[in-house]
């Protein structure tokens, strides 16, 4: 098998990582090669964040490059738009139909561009967009949103529904445990 | 043995658990803060936070002189301030072997300047190995202290941050108890006056040929022979690069930096008809080959700077640039934020409203020279808030009448107490701010010797800052809540106003601190708001125009209530 290259884009703070974390681990399991790589220290406060997760028979570099990846998640809209240069042409792109304004902004700098939905069809992509902000609330709050999206992209990969349930409940905190399985069904279910 | 996926820095840490370590002292920077943060889970390991990265590594040297195997880690300014000891422990050498983390950023991530620290091997004449991957890390991790050991040197372990970061597979192994060494006094080894020291200068050239040797047959530095076409000599992450766009190439990849082997770089050289050396940062391996005599292709081919990726790599070895599948829209940039409910931006609201020149330093607070706040005038370096603050005072006195200081609480301990001592002693009259929020937040919650607790945890002496100041020969010491803005207002003016030195300490913890929660619920009341815009002022990103009227989107706010005492039409309520 070739490599696969998935990235999971969105807003520091958004809980990009535990999903990378999760699909990294579910990949191992299954006797990939895997490289997942983080983003740490600054731009996790409110900056834009990406994290890359490669896996295959033996997987090199732990980055990917503009055209290179097969799926992208984004959590949030304009993060959509910035990471899309990256997917592979006619790369499914998931996204979350969240808005979250950048400081320019707010301050009046720069504006948020408008129909980013519609932009993003246009364009030679397989979009699948979810509001999983809206599922994440009515399961616990804001927090499981991740996981959620992470159900979207569940049906779109090769493993097992209950494998990436496992994947799940090993990788949260016990406490969260229910809530997440909750929030990955619902997203699987979209 | 259980294989599980660890970040670099994580696979330090195990390589550090397994290999015997006793010892762990560092100070935190991105990219190297979680092998010390992994590592402090390990109850055979004594982690610590030091105060700053000198005292982490003279903690590590007296560990490792003390008969322990012992570590310390930094990002690489922080190699820059434990410069002093590297260059003499080079020349004691050890006892319990030791070994320095230190994380260079290229492309500069999270850091205030690009630098290669490389050339500190090379400077101080210590060995250096560099890892290409987590399972590298672990074992380069455990070889380190085999080869401390062995040749009596400190051992430098570099990280890139794309290593540190990225997560690939690693092996468990056992812990090995390594017992400590018997420790006898020999002032000819550790104690470097000149007449000891000329002494050991040789010492070292000594170890430097073994280590030469070592270099080329130990089989750490490995040579791949495919294709000969095309040659490289790489380390490190840009070796994944390369390994990835240029399969079929051959490779000499470097496990050790420096000193570097000399017999295989010839013997590779001569095998390859295109020989490339790929590395980010200095050309640092390419001036050595270059100094041998050996034609090479290096910064004539890569970039100076940033960092390195695999199409980048593919692009200026074949000279052609892939083809665009999308087209980029220029979306608005998302730079960092401090985040909403962060205890700094009240203070950064008045500073920016009294528009003072503030000298500024590096913490979450640095985010207060962004706009709206735009509130920083430099920032250089830790510590260097209060002392070029005090050279402000000094040379120009109008400009001094409309300066203040401001660092954080764990930069004020790492770097900011010698300034402050400083200023009293040379009759300054600067003001100095301190952010006492509680913990090292920028680097993602670290705790340090304000904040009562250990790295692992446990209840703890802390400074306490007022008593300090006041110990150093300061009078003049205030301390205010960043949220009462109105009070923060009036004591700066206060304070900018005396022909003094002076401190505010502005206190209040951080919001991400487990137990810091604001039981409000935060609203803006339609029919009272003026649509004037002041609660933009303060930059929360939970705060924005929708139709041209502030709005706060609850799923980001905290409730912390700062807007509120912004607000002047009583329009934000509780
Ligand atoms: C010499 C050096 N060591 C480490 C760092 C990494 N670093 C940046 S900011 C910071 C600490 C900030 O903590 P604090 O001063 O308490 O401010 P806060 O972020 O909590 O506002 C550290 C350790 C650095 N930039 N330079």
Redesign the interface.
């Known amino acids: 098998m070739s490599t696969k290259s998935i990235m999971i884009v969105g ?3 958004q809980g990009t990582l535990l999903a990378s ?1 999760i699909l ?2 579910l990949a ?1 399991e299954k006797g990939y ?16 964040v990406v994290t890359y997760v490669k896996y295959g028979e033996k ?5 990917i ?4 990846a097969d799926i992208i998640i984004s959590f949030e809209e ?2 959509a ?2 990471w ?2 990256y ?3 006619g790369g499914k792109l998931i996204t979350n139909v969240q808005q ?14 408008r129909d980013i939905l519609e ?1 993003l069809q246009k ?3 397989d979009l699948v967009s979810v509001n999983a ?1 809206e599922i994440a609330e009515s399961i616990l709050n ?1 927090k499981v949103t991740n996981v959620v999206l992470l159900g979207v992209l569940a049906k779109y990969l090769e493993f097992d529904k209950q494998d990436w349930v496992d994947a799940v409940l090993s990788t949260v905190p016990e406490k969260f445990r229910e809530a997440n399985e909750k929030a990955f069904l619902a997203g699987y279910e979209q | 043995m259980s294989k599980r996926l660890m970040i670099g820095n994580e696979a330090v840490a195990r390589g550090l658990y397994e290999a015997g370590v006793k010892v762990v002292s560092s100070y935190p920077g991105t990219p190297s803060t979680e092998i010390t943060e992994f590592v402090a889970r390990y109850n055979e390991v004594d982690a610590e936070w030091a105060a700053n990265e000198k005292v982490a590594m003279e903690v590590a040297i007296g560990a490792a002189i003390s008969g322990a195997r012992s570590f310390c880690a930094m990002k690489h300014v922080g190699l820059n301030v434990a410069a002093d000891p590297l260059f003499t422990v080079s020349y004691t050498g050890v006892n319990g072997g030791l070994v320095i983390g230190v994380a260079d950023d290229p492309g500069m991530h999270s850091s205030q300047n690009e630098q290669d620290s490389r050339n500190y091997a090379n400077a101080a004449k210590v060995t250096m190995l560099e890892p290409a991957d987590s399972t590298e890390c672990k074992e380069y991790a455990k070889l380190a202290y085999e080869i401390s050991e062995q040749f009596d040197t400190p051992v430098l372990l570099r990280l890139t941050t794309r290593i540190a970061h990225s997560q690939s597979i690693v092996e468990e192994c056992d812990r090995v108890d390594v017992p400590l060494k018997e420790y006898q006094k020999d002032v000819m080894k550790y104690v470097m006056m000149p007449g000891m020291a000329k002494k050991r200068r040789l010492v070292i050239e000594d170890r430097k040929d073994k280590l030469v040797e070592y270099a080329e047959t130990s089989g750490i530095n490995k040579m791949e022979i495919n294709d000969t076409k095309i040659g490289i000599i790489t380390a490190g992450a840009p070796y994944q690069y390369a390994k990835e766009s240029f399969p079929e190439a051959s490779y000499l990849k470097l496990g050790m930096l420096w000193p570097l082997p000399v017999d295989l770089i010839k013997e590779f050289a001569s095998k390859v008809e295109k020989l490339y050396v790929l590395e980010e940062l200095d050309p640092y391996i390419e001036n050595h080959i270059k100094a041998m005599g050996i034609e090479v292709h290096g910064k004539d081919t890569f970039s100076k700077f940033g960092e390195f990726s695999n199409v980048s790599v593919r692009e200026a070895i074949s000279g052609k640039k892939d083809e665009v599948t999308y087209p980029d829209y220029n979306p608005p940039m998302r730079p960092p934020v401090m985040c909403p409910g962060c205890p700094h931006r009240g203070m950064f609201y008045v500073l920016s409203k009294l528009k003072l020149v503030v000298s500024g330093d590096i913490g979450c607070y640095t985010l207060g020279a962004a706009a709206p706040l735009s509130a920083m005038d430099t920032t250089i370096c830790m510590g260097a808030s209060i002392s070029a603050a005090h050279g402000i005072s000094k040379a120009n006195p109008e400009l001094s009448k409309k300066t203040v200081a401001v660092i954080g609480d764990s930069t004020f301990i790492h770097s900011g107490m010698t300034g402050l001592a400083s200023t009293a002693y040379n009759k300054g009259t600067s003001t100095v701010i301190i952010l006492d929020n509680s913990i090292t937040g920028m680097t993602g919650h670290q705790q340090n010797p304000t904040t009562g607790k250990t790295l692992k945890g446990e209840p703890t002496v802390a400074v306490n800052l007022e008593k300090f100041a006041e110990a150093v020969g300061y009078s003049r010491i205030k301390v205010v809540d960043p949220f009462n803005v109105e009070e923060c207002e009036r004591v700066i003016k206060e304070e900018i106003s005396v022909e003094e030195p002076s401190l505010i300490i502005a206190r209040r913890p951080c919001v991400l601190l487990k137990g810091v929660k604001y039981d409000f619920d935060v609203n803006i009341q339609k029919d009272k708001c003026r649509n004037c815009k002041m609660c933009m002022k303060i930059g929360c990103p939970a705060i924005s125009l929708v139709n041209g009227v502030p709005q706060i989107n609850k799923t980001l706010c905290t409730n912390c209530g700062l807007c509120k005492n912004i607000c002047k039409f009583d329009a934000i309520t509780l």
């Open positions: 807003v520091g703070g974390r990294g681990n191992i090669d895997v490289k997942v790589s983080e983003v740490h220290g600054m731009s996790q406060r409110g900056g834009s997987v090199h570099s732990p980055v490059c503009q055209g290179e304009l993060e738009l910035r899309l240069p997917l592979k042409k979250i304004m950048p400081m320019p902004v707010i301050i009046g700098a720069a504006e948020y561009p932009t364009e030679e992509v902000l804001s």
